[in-house]
T-cell receptor
């Protein structure tokens, strides 16, 4: 699976959009981009995934560049409860899909 | 609401003890995983299972074994616990039939194991 690079930490004001970047320059054509987050003392939580089209669900939006070498997770109106570590993962689809979690980005939402 | 339940939130054991960590999921998922999480090292995959009685080694299987006798239950076993196995242990499950959603893992809340 391709390697990802994320900033170690970011801050965002409550109510503003939080934009979390991820670089995955070695991604191959059939690898998907997944985003998870982990709130303190909890297990990771799935947020969203995509291949090449932009995706949106009730939690977030995922923007993948045309060359697929990077992506951005957007939390449109961040709240204090969005404070967490966010992981960007690139992976092939497999029957038993093992995900490799990196260090992620520690996002702090400030009041 | 879907659920992955880990039997204990906190566990304290002595060096050399045999330790069982239990995980149960109620989503009829085929795949189940055990990760451990340590500060600075992130989440690392220990073992996973894609079917009853089937298991595969992850990245750090040494010192661990697993058991999956029923679809809903996946156990992690520390045959002889050591202090370097003090960690947060996270269980997860996923569907093998979810198409691109196979990467959608559902995690339990974790078991913080301390080996003294």
């Amino acid at each position: 699976d391709a390697k990802t690079t994320q900033p170690p930490s970011m801050d965002c004001a409550e109510g503003r959009a939080a934009n979390l970047p991820c670089n995955h320059s070695t991604i191959s054509g059939n690898e998907y981009v997944y985003w998870y987050r982990q709130i303190h003392s909890q297990g990771p939580q799935y947020i969203i995934h995509g291949l090449k089209n932009n995706e949106t669900n009730e939690m977030a939006s995922l923007i993948i560049t045309e060359d697929r070498k990077s992506s951005t997770l957007i939390l449109p109106h961040a709240t204090l409860r969005d404070t967490a570590v966010y992981y960007c993962i690139v992976s092939f689809i497999q029957g038993a899909q093992k995900l490799v979690f990196g260090q992620g980005t520690r996002l702090t939402i400030n009041p | 609401d879907v659920k992955v339940t880990q039997s204990s939130r906190y566990l304290v054991k002595r060096t050399g003890e045999k330790v069982f960590l239990e995980c149960v999921q109620d989503m009829d998922h085929e795949n189940m995983f055990w990760y451990r999480q340590d500060p600075g090292l992130g989440l690392r995959l220990i073992y996973f299972s894609y079917d009853v009685k089937m298991k595969e080694k992850g990245d750090i299987p040494e010192g661990y074994s697993v058991s999956r006798e029923k679809k809903e239950r996946f156990s992690l076993i520390l045959e002889s616990a050591s202090t370097n196995q003090t960690s947060m242990y996270l269980c997860a499950s996923s569907s093998a039939n979810g198409g691109t959603g196979r990467g959608k893992l559902f995690f339990g809340s974790g078991t913080q194991l301390s080996v003294l």
